[in-house]
Each structure stands twice: as C-alpha cells, then as structure tokens.
C-alpha cells in the first residue's frame, strides 16, 4: 500500500501537531478515516484513496501555517476548527472542487500561501475566482478585506491583471480632503490602511512599497473616480457601507474591460447621516439576482481574530 508521508522539521510544532498523548492525531485519524503514523519527525498515512491523501496534506499544512503564525486559539481549538473548515468546504460548500488546494490562495513572491478558515471563507475564495462582481459583506475580523486582497495580489502578481486601485469613501471628511496635510495620497493614506495592512501580512514590506512606488497599486478616494474606466485591474471599494447610493452606482460604473471588481462592507456599522441610504444595502437589494455578480455574507461563525471577537459581536447581535 502506498504511503503519504509529510516532514516537519521543528520537533516543538511537531509535538503540537500530534497533541498531548497523540491527541490530535486521534481526531485526525477519525475524520480521514485511516491511521496516522508518526515516526521521528514524519507524519505519514497509508492509502490508496487520493481524498485521503489530499485531506491529510490538507490538514497537516493548516495546522503547520497557523502554529508558525501564532494562532491564537489552543492546539485542540485549532485542529477542531480545521476539521470543520475542511469538511464543510469540500463535501458541502463546493461539490464541483476537487482540491482543498483549489481554496487556497498562493501570491508569487509572498510569504505564505493563504488558506480560508472556515466555511464561509471557503465560499468568498471561490466567489472571487469565479465572478466578475463580487461583494463581500460581514462583520469586523470575518476576513473578508485579507482575503479580497489575497487573490488580488494572486492576480496582479501573476500576470492575470494589470494593476490594483484601491478606494474608500471618506465620510468623516465628507469626501472633502482639501485640509488635510500632505499630497492626495497622504490624504488618503489612513483610510486604506486596513488594505496596506493585508499586503503586508503576506508579502515583504519591500515588495508592496516597491508595487506602491511603480504604480501597481493605485490608491485612490472615490470622489475622484468619476469620469474613470477602470481597464484590466482588480478594484477594491473597500468600506462599501459608507457609500451613498449615487457613489455606489459611480463606482460600480467604473467597470472596464477586464476587470473585477470587489466590494467589502459592514452593513453593521454604517457611519453616514441618518437620513442617507447606504449604497451598499441597495445595491444588495438590487443586483442580487444579477449573472456574474456574487454576494458573500459572512457571519461571526467567519471571525478568525481573537475568539472574544466573536464573543463581542454575537453579544451586539442579541441585544
């Protein structure tokens, strides 16, 4: 019988891998339905079945990825929530994927490849893959913004597209940026910074100021966009919920030969006057039964920040 075997070299992350008294690896064993050996610094299963094999990888690479990360949950969370991601992703989410590497997003030149973590995250990669249009709503921490920014790097660094425009509206400064210090972009600089933040966390510092400097990521306010097409690039209305519904309809005309776009919001913390509709809410209303655009809602089941995150929203959500 044909053996898969992994290596991992650091025997501390090994020892976490398996769980006290192979605990770990007993529930690892449970969901491929087959044993799992360790021996020295391999781990390794015995299998004919290639879904064994794949789910096996699977698993031992997440749990591999979020050690190293410093994930913040318990070694036994941690292996729990892989199980359910995987399961969920490749039995139900998406039939007609035959890979749990097909949700994983790999940026040339970056630092790690970038795996869903759970379900909902599953279904926003394979949004983004397939449509042209995707908006990605849900709460703080669900995602969202990294992943949408993942598989846009993935596509300009791969020659897929030409260039990232990021945008957001400012509606503390009523999109008038004229008395802020400093050229257009240090103006609006601390808005996007979230989306600076997910390039960072998966490519070196170098490489993003270098695609910053050469104009590969343009960042630009969304009252400046009008008049615009946007050709062969992925844009990112990011904060989509502080739009109004004129500003919605701007941007989502913007759309040029080629390109997609992505838009992230939180239909819970709309920050514009009460009296303003959010272009988002309408655009959800209106668009959803619209082909080749596709709309991703995620929930605090997808809050993979600190578990008290999840905790805290859930709290708001009963109030």
């Known amino acids: 019988m044909a053996s898969y075997k992994i290596i991992v070299p650091d025997t501390k992350i090994l020892q976490r891998v398996c769980g006290t008294n192979d605990s770990n690896l007993k529930l690892i064993e449970t969901a491929l339905g087959t044993s799992v050996f360790a021996c020295g610094n391999e781990l390794s299963v015995e299998t004919e079945d290639s879904y064994v094999t794949e789910r096996f990888r699977f698993i031992i690479d997440r749990m591999l990825d979020e050690i190293s990360d410093g994930a913040p949950m318990t070694d036994s969370d941690l292996v729990h929530s892989i199980l359910n991601t995987g399961d969920f992703c490749f039995e139900r989410a998406c039939e007609n994927v035959k890979s749990f590497e097909a949700y994983s997003i790999l940026i040339p030149g970056g630092i790690k490849k970038v795996y869903p973590r759970t379900g909902g995250q599953a279904l926003l990669v394979n949004a983004l893959r397939t449509s042209d249009v995707v908006f990605a709503t849900g709460p703080a921490g669900s995602g969202k913004t990294f992943l949408v920014m993942a598989e846009a790097l993935r596509l300009v660094l791969s020659h897929k597209k030409s260039g990232i425009v990021l945008t957001r509206p400012v509606v503390e400064a009523g999109e ?56 062969d690039s992925v844009v990112i209305l990011d904060e989509a919920q502080n739009t109004s519904r004129e500003q919605m309809k701007m941007f989502l005309t913007r759309m040029g030969e080629g390109s997609k776009l992505f838009i992230t919001g939180d239909v819970t913390q709309i920050d514009l006057p009460s009296r303003t509709p959010s272009g988002l809410l309408h655009a959800l209303s209106i668009l959803r039964d619209v082909p080749g655009i596709a709309i991703r809602e995620l929930c605090a089941d997808d809050v993979v920040r600190n578990p008290l995150v999840k905790k805290i929203i859930q709290a708001y959500d009963n109030e």
């Open 176 to 231: 008038s940026l004229g008395y802020l210090p400093g050229d257009l972009e240090d103006k609006i600089n601390p808005y996007v910074r979230p989306l600076y933040d997910a390039m960072n966390a998966v490519l070196p510092r170098e490489t993003v100021k270098r695609m910053v400097d050469s104009g590969l990521v343009e960042v630009a306010p969304l009252a400046y966009m009008r008049g615009r097409t946007m050709n």
